[in-house]
């Protein structure tokens, strides 16, 4: 796997204005990753730990942040527009709408060790689900953090697994306090799954545009 920092840095966005935030969908080599999930269930520790491999264990901040970070993947720059998102309860109706057009994808994140968080989830995922049929299913990833926790766990592995299937998205058991590698992997893959979705998209309007230039021609 190809997977190297070559610089990181947070754009000192604090809050992003809509503005920012209702650019035109991005290119391949550029995704923008929406963080999500309730509180304390360790969004920015994840985000520190792909940005810097380091974990970070009290991380105070009460606004949302958003961070550009740049990594080589297959011999190809790729920019991640990440926004480090506010705990779901106090996210609006307005202000998840807007994230939810500037994403291209999501990652969506509860505790193993707290069945609220699973079920905070849970219920954040009918919001979701929602917007990802407007917008043609958004990819998206589940992780349940904090697995270095097993002993005191109270969702289990199957049920995580189980909820990624009702959601269509992908899934992983994660420690930010523990692990840098499987926390690259997760946002490597969710990144994979971005690009063929627009390569899966742009396929199906070559093949409506291309087929109704044929007609045109006849
Ligand atoms: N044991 C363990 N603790 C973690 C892990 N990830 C985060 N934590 C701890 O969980 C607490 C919350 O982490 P944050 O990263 O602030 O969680 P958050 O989801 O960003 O929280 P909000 O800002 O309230 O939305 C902190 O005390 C972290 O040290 C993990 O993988 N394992």
């Known amino acids: 796997m190809d997977w190297l920092a070559a610089s990181s840095g947070n754009s000192g966005e604090a809050s992003p204005r809509s503005s920012t ?23 920015s520790a994840v985000v ?8 970070i264990g009290e991380y105070d901040h009460s606004s949302e942040i958003k961070y550009k970070h740049t990594v080589v993947i297959d011999q190809e720059n790729v920019v991640f527009e990440i926004l480090d998102s506010c705990s779901s ?9 807007e994230h939810m057009k500037w994403a ?3 990652v969506l994140l509860y505790a193993i060790t707290s069945f609220k968080t699973f079920e905070l ?18 990819p998206m990833i589940l992780l349940g ?27 992983a058991e994660v420690s930010a306090s523990e692990d840098a590698t499987e926390i690259a992997d997760a946002f490597l893959n969710l990144y994979r799954e971005i690009q063929n979705s627009k390569r899966r998209s742009r396929t199906f309007l070559d093949k409506v545009f291309g087929s109704l230039g044929t007609k045109s021609k006849n």
Do not use: W
């Open 121 to 138: 989830v849970k219920k954040l995922s009918k919001r979701l689900q929602e917007h990802r049929r407007s917008n043609y299913m958004t």
């Open 48 to 55: 520190v730990r792909f940005l810097t491999k380091r974990f």
């Open 104 to 106: 291209d994808g999501i």
């Open 21 to 43: 935030l209702k650019r035109k969908k991005s290119a391949v080599q550029d995704a923008r990753l929406l963080v999500l999930g309730p509180s304390a269930v360790g969004k």
């Open 145 to 171: 953090n904090k697995r270095d926790m097993s002993h005191v766990r109270q969702v289990t592995k199957i049920q995580g697994e189980h909820l990624s299937h009702e959601l269509n998205c992908l899934f």
């Open 89 to 97: 309860e106090k996210i609006t109706e307005d202000t998840f709408e």
